[in-house]
Protein backbone atom coordinates (compact mmCIF):
# COMPACT_ATOMS: atom_id res chain seq x y z
CA UNK A 1 0.00 0.00 0.00
CA UNK A 2 1.15 3.31 -0.88
CA UNK A 3 2.02 5.81 2.14
CA UNK A 4 0.42 9.31 2.81
CA UNK A 5 2.34 11.80 1.34
CA UNK A 6 3.17 15.77 1.75
CA UNK A 7 4.07 16.48 -1.98
CA UNK A 8 3.48 14.62 -5.68
CA UNK A 9 5.28 15.17 -8.59
CA UNK A 10 4.48 14.04 -12.22
CA UNK A 11 7.59 13.61 -14.95
CA UNK A 12 10.44 12.13 -16.46
CA UNK A 13 12.94 9.69 -15.31
CA UNK A 14 15.94 8.46 -17.62
CA UNK A 15 19.18 6.96 -16.89
CA UNK A 16 21.98 9.39 -17.06
CA UNK A 17 25.45 8.33 -18.50
CA UNK A 18 27.57 10.99 -17.40
CA UNK A 19 31.36 11.52 -19.36
CA UNK A 20 34.71 11.38 -17.01
CA UNK A 21 34.93 15.07 -15.82
CA UNK A 22 36.14 17.98 -18.23
CA UNK A 23 36.26 15.20 -21.09
CA UNK A 24 34.19 16.17 -24.68
CA UNK A 25 31.60 13.49 -25.04
CA UNK A 26 32.74 11.88 -28.03
CA UNK A 27 36.44 11.42 -26.78
CA UNK A 28 34.73 9.59 -23.63
CA UNK A 29 36.24 6.22 -22.39
CA UNK A 30 34.50 6.33 -19.23
CA UNK A 31 31.10 6.93 -18.08
CA UNK A 32 29.75 7.26 -14.78
CA UNK A 33 25.55 6.18 -13.94
CA UNK A 34 22.89 7.97 -12.62
CA UNK A 35 19.31 8.86 -12.46
CA UNK A 36 17.61 12.37 -13.64
CA UNK A 37 14.62 13.83 -14.27
CA UNK A 38 13.75 17.38 -13.49
CA UNK A 39 10.76 15.87 -11.20
CA UNK A 40 12.76 13.49 -10.28
CA UNK A 41 15.23 15.78 -9.34
CA UNK A 42 12.99 17.65 -7.16
CA UNK A 43 11.72 14.67 -5.63
CA UNK A 44 15.05 13.26 -4.43
CA UNK A 45 15.90 16.95 -3.23
CA UNK A 46 12.74 17.25 -0.97
CA UNK A 47 12.41 13.90 0.44
CA UNK A 48 16.39 14.75 1.61
CA UNK A 49 15.07 17.75 3.10
CA UNK A 50 12.21 15.15 5.33
CA UNK A 51 9.45 15.51 3.16
CA UNK A 52 6.84 12.72 2.32
CA UNK A 53 7.30 12.46 -1.34
CA UNK A 54 5.62 10.65 -4.27
CA UNK A 55 6.92 10.08 -7.58
CA UNK A 56 4.25 9.35 -10.50
CA UNK A 57 5.52 8.55 -14.02
CA UNK A 58 6.21 5.72 -16.65
CA UNK A 59 9.82 3.51 -16.95
CA UNK A 60 9.99 0.80 -19.26
CA UNK A 61 10.17 -3.06 -18.10
CA UNK A 62 14.23 -3.15 -18.39
CA UNK A 63 17.24 -2.53 -16.23
CA UNK A 64 17.47 1.33 -16.79
CA UNK A 65 13.45 1.08 -15.59
CA UNK A 66 14.39 -1.06 -12.89
CA UNK A 67 17.18 1.00 -11.57
CA UNK A 68 15.25 4.30 -11.66
CA UNK A 69 12.98 2.62 -8.88
CA UNK A 70 15.68 1.47 -6.78
CA UNK A 71 17.16 5.10 -6.71
CA UNK A 72 13.66 6.72 -5.83
CA UNK A 73 13.01 4.38 -3.27
CA UNK A 74 16.56 4.67 -1.61
CA UNK A 75 15.77 8.22 -1.05
CA UNK A 76 12.39 7.39 0.25
CA UNK A 77 10.03 8.90 -2.50
CA UNK A 78 6.69 6.49 -2.96
CA UNK A 79 6.45 4.78 -6.19
CA UNK A 80 3.94 2.75 -5.59
CA UNK A 81 1.97 4.47 -8.57
CA UNK A 82 4.67 3.97 -10.78
CA UNK A 83 3.39 2.65 -14.49
CA UNK A 84 6.32 -0.25 -15.99
CA UNK A 85 5.66 -0.13 -19.60
CA UNK A 86 6.43 -3.62 -21.16
CA UNK A 87 6.87 -2.17 -24.79
CA UNK A 88 8.54 0.61 -24.55
CA UNK A 89 12.29 1.93 -23.18
CA UNK A 90 13.42 3.94 -20.31
CA UNK A 91 14.73 7.31 -21.50
CA UNK A 92 18.46 7.49 -21.84
CA UNK A 93 20.58 10.54 -21.57
CA UNK A 94 24.43 11.42 -22.62
CA UNK A 95 26.05 14.24 -21.08
CA UNK A 96 29.83 15.14 -20.28
CA UNK A 97 30.42 17.88 -17.64
CA UNK A 98 33.10 20.66 -17.54
CA UNK A 99 32.87 23.51 -15.44
CA UNK A 100 33.97 26.44 -17.85
CA UNK A 101 32.94 25.19 -21.27
CA UNK A 102 29.54 24.23 -23.00
CA UNK A 103 28.26 21.13 -21.94
CA UNK A 104 26.97 18.45 -24.57
CA UNK A 105 23.69 16.91 -23.61
CA UNK A 106 22.06 14.47 -25.73
CA UNK A 107 18.82 12.62 -25.26
CA UNK A 108 17.16 9.97 -26.52
CA UNK A 109 13.44 9.75 -25.53
CA UNK A 110 11.31 9.31 -28.36
CA UNK A 111 9.32 6.32 -27.89
CA UNK A 112 9.94 6.30 -24.53
CA UNK A 113 7.74 4.82 -21.46
CA UNK A 114 7.56 8.52 -20.06
CA UNK A 115 6.45 9.99 -23.31
CA UNK A 116 3.54 7.67 -23.49
CA UNK A 117 1.94 9.64 -19.55
CA UNK A 118 -1.77 9.45 -20.68
CA UNK A 119 -4.58 10.93 -18.57
CA UNK A 120 -6.35 7.82 -17.77
CA UNK A 121 -3.47 6.77 -15.96
CA UNK A 122 -3.89 9.03 -13.01
CA UNK A 123 -6.30 8.91 -10.19
CA UNK A 124 -7.66 11.28 -7.83
CA UNK A 125 -6.11 8.74 -5.04
CA UNK A 126 -2.84 9.76 -6.45
CA UNK A 127 -3.04 12.92 -4.61
CA UNK A 128 -5.46 12.25 -1.87
CA UNK A 129 -3.77 14.33 1.38
CA UNK A 130 -0.85 16.07 -0.87
CA UNK A 131 -0.44 19.36 -0.13
CA UNK A 132 1.60 20.18 -3.18
CA UNK A 133 1.78 18.74 -6.66
CA UNK A 134 4.54 19.71 -9.09
CA UNK A 135 5.41 19.53 -12.25
CA UNK A 136 6.98 21.17 -15.53
CA UNK A 137 6.75 21.99 -18.96
CA UNK A 138 9.13 19.06 -20.47
CA UNK A 139 6.38 16.79 -19.02
CA UNK A 140 3.82 18.73 -21.45
CA UNK A 141 6.04 18.67 -24.02
CA UNK A 142 6.99 14.88 -24.03
CA UNK A 143 3.73 13.93 -26.75
CA UNK A 144 0.07 15.27 -26.93
CA UNK A 145 -1.03 12.52 -24.22
CA UNK A 146 1.41 13.40 -21.44
CA UNK A 147 0.36 17.17 -21.93
CA UNK A 148 -3.56 15.80 -21.51
CA UNK A 149 -2.16 13.54 -18.25
CA UNK A 150 -0.38 16.91 -16.63
CA UNK A 151 -3.57 19.00 -17.20
CA UNK A 152 -5.61 16.17 -15.90
CA UNK A 153 -3.07 16.05 -12.35
CA UNK A 154 -4.05 19.50 -12.70
CA UNK A 155 -7.25 19.07 -12.11
CA UNK A 156 -6.80 16.35 -9.69
CA UNK A 157 -5.05 19.02 -7.46
CA UNK A 158 -7.52 21.27 -7.55
CA UNK A 159 -10.00 18.80 -6.34
CA UNK A 160 -7.82 17.60 -4.13
CA UNK A 161 -7.05 20.82 -2.28
CA UNK A 162 -3.39 21.01 -3.04
CA UNK A 163 -0.91 23.81 -4.59
CA UNK A 164 0.31 23.50 -8.04
CA UNK A 165 4.08 24.50 -8.72
CA UNK A 166 5.17 25.05 -12.04
CA UNK A 167 8.69 25.09 -13.35
CA UNK A 168 8.35 25.46 -17.03
CA UNK A 169 12.21 23.91 -17.91
CA UNK A 170 12.29 24.86 -21.43
CA UNK A 171 14.62 22.90 -23.51
CA UNK A 172 13.78 23.62 -26.96
CA UNK A 173 14.41 20.37 -28.55
CA UNK A 174 11.84 19.33 -27.19
CA UNK A 175 9.77 21.50 -29.73
CA UNK A 176 9.65 25.20 -31.36
CA UNK A 177 8.52 28.10 -29.13
CA UNK A 178 5.23 28.01 -30.52
CA UNK A 179 4.51 24.69 -29.69
CA UNK A 180 5.72 25.61 -25.70
CA UNK A 181 3.63 28.49 -25.68
CA UNK A 182 0.41 26.89 -26.79
CA UNK A 183 1.23 24.17 -23.96
CA UNK A 184 3.17 25.51 -21.36
CA UNK A 185 1.52 28.64 -20.96
CA UNK A 186 -1.99 27.72 -19.79
CA UNK A 187 -0.31 25.79 -17.19
CA UNK A 188 1.84 28.83 -16.09
CA UNK A 189 -0.91 31.11 -16.24
CA UNK A 190 -3.02 28.62 -13.63
CA UNK A 191 -0.32 27.67 -11.22
CA UNK A 192 -0.31 28.46 -7.62
CA UNK A 193 3.59 28.90 -7.88
CA UNK A 194 5.12 29.78 -11.06
CA UNK A 195 9.33 28.90 -10.55
CA UNK A 196 10.88 30.34 -14.01
CA UNK A 197 14.18 32.03 -15.50
CA UNK A 198 14.19 35.32 -17.07
CA UNK A 199 15.19 34.16 -20.50
CA UNK A 200 11.65 31.33 -19.98
CA UNK A 201 9.76 34.40 -19.22
CA UNK A 202 10.90 36.72 -22.34
CA UNK A 203 10.70 33.07 -24.10
CA UNK A 204 6.86 32.23 -23.31
CA UNK A 205 5.42 35.57 -22.71
CA UNK A 206 2.55 34.59 -20.59
CA UNK A 207 -0.38 36.16 -19.35
CA UNK A 208 -1.53 37.20 -15.91
CA UNK A 209 -0.19 34.68 -13.24
CA UNK A 210 -2.37 33.41 -11.26
CA UNK A 211 -0.30 32.94 -8.21
CA UNK A 212 2.91 33.64 -6.82
CA UNK A 213 6.34 34.10 -9.74
CA UNK A 214 9.80 33.13 -8.22
CA UNK A 215 12.09 34.55 -11.16
CA UNK A 216 15.97 33.29 -11.58
CA UNK A 217 17.35 36.12 -13.06
CA UNK A 218 20.34 36.01 -15.56
CA UNK A 219 23.18 37.35 -13.29
CA UNK A 220 22.18 34.10 -10.92
CA UNK A 221 20.17 36.33 -8.33
CA UNK A 222 16.22 35.57 -7.85
CA UNK A 223 13.32 37.19 -6.60
CA UNK A 224 9.94 36.67 -5.03
CA UNK A 225 7.39 39.66 -4.28
CA UNK A 226 9.65 42.30 -2.48
CA UNK A 227 12.69 39.74 -1.98
CA UNK A 228 15.39 39.33 -3.38
CA UNK A 229 18.48 36.73 -3.00
CA UNK A 230 22.05 36.86 -4.40
CA UNK A 231 23.88 33.98 -5.63
CA UNK A 232 26.19 32.25 -3.03
CA UNK A 233 29.46 32.45 -4.44
CA UNK A 234 31.01 29.11 -4.65
CA UNK A 235 33.24 26.76 -7.21
CA UNK A 236 31.00 25.71 -10.14
CA UNK A 237 32.17 22.24 -11.15
CA UNK A 238 28.86 21.41 -13.23
CA UNK A 239 26.02 23.66 -13.57
CA UNK A 240 23.15 21.30 -14.45
CA UNK A 241 20.56 20.47 -11.99
CA UNK A 242 20.98 23.68 -10.30
CA UNK A 243 17.25 25.31 -11.45
CA UNK A 244 15.47 21.69 -9.77
CA UNK A 245 17.54 22.22 -6.98
CA UNK A 246 16.63 25.46 -6.10
CA UNK A 247 12.97 24.25 -6.52
CA UNK A 248 13.54 22.07 -4.46
CA UNK A 249 14.98 24.35 -1.69
CA UNK A 250 12.20 26.96 -2.33
CA UNK A 251 9.33 24.47 -2.18
CA UNK A 252 10.47 22.77 1.03
CA UNK A 253 10.31 26.30 2.77
CA UNK A 254 7.29 27.30 1.58
CA UNK A 255 5.77 23.83 2.64
CA UNK A 256 7.19 24.94 5.84
CA UNK A 257 5.41 28.06 6.10
CA UNK A 258 8.48 29.64 5.73
CA UNK A 259 8.80 33.57 4.13
CA UNK A 260 10.43 34.28 1.07
CA UNK A 261 13.04 35.62 1.91
CA UNK A 262 13.66 32.10 3.59
CA UNK A 263 12.61 30.33 1.11
CA UNK A 264 15.07 32.09 -1.52
CA UNK A 265 18.06 31.97 0.41
CA UNK A 266 17.49 27.81 1.02
CA UNK A 267 16.82 27.57 -2.45
CA UNK A 268 19.95 29.36 -3.08
CA UNK A 269 21.97 27.27 -0.66
CA UNK A 270 20.27 24.69 -2.08
CA UNK A 271 21.44 25.47 -5.91
CA UNK A 272 24.83 26.24 -4.71
CA UNK A 273 25.52 22.60 -2.86
CA UNK A 274 24.61 20.74 -6.53
CA UNK A 275 26.58 23.23 -9.12
CA UNK A 276 29.80 21.97 -6.81
CA UNK A 277 28.90 18.19 -7.97
CA UNK A 278 29.51 16.66 -11.27
CA UNK A 279 25.77 15.03 -11.62
CA UNK A 280 22.07 16.80 -10.34
CA UNK A 281 21.61 14.63 -7.29
CA UNK A 282 24.76 14.39 -5.40
CA UNK A 283 24.86 17.46 -3.92
CA UNK A 284 21.76 18.17 -2.64
CA UNK A 285 21.17 18.20 0.97
CA UNK A 286 19.64 16.66 3.80
CA UNK A 287 18.21 19.56 6.83
CA UNK A 288 20.85 19.37 8.99
CA UNK A 289 23.17 19.66 6.01
CA UNK A 290 21.53 22.50 4.11
CA UNK A 291 21.70 24.29 7.75
CA UNK A 292 25.33 23.58 8.11
CA UNK A 293 25.65 25.34 4.10
CA UNK A 294 23.76 28.13 5.27
CA UNK A 295 25.57 28.92 8.16
CA UNK A 296 28.67 28.84 6.30
CA UNK A 297 27.24 31.17 3.22
CA UNK A 298 26.17 33.34 5.99
CA UNK A 299 28.17 33.68 9.02
CA UNK A 300 31.84 34.29 9.24
CA UNK A 301 33.90 31.20 11.21
CA UNK A 302 34.82 27.94 11.19
CA UNK A 303 33.29 25.99 7.93
CA UNK A 304 34.47 22.37 8.46
CA UNK A 305 31.86 20.14 10.57
CA UNK A 306 34.05 18.46 12.99
Not at 41 to 70: E, K, Y
Not at 210 to 239: I, M, N, W, Y
Not at 250 to 271: H, I, P, Q
Request: proline share 5%.
Amino acid sequence: MSKAVEVVVCGEAMLLMLAEPGVPLERAAMFRRGVVGAETNVATGLARLGHQVRWLGRVGADPAGRTVLAALRAEGVDTGHVVVDPAAPTGLLLRDSHPSRGIDVQYYRAGSAASRLAPEELAPAMVDGARLVHVTGITAMLSESACLATNRLVELARQAGALVSFDPNVRLKLGAPELWRERVVPLMESADVVLAGEDELELLRPGTLAGTLVTKHRDKSATCGDERQEAFSVPVTDPVGAGDAFAAGFLSGLLRGAGYDVCLREAAAVAALVVQCANDTDGLPDRSGLDRALAGFTEAGETVHR
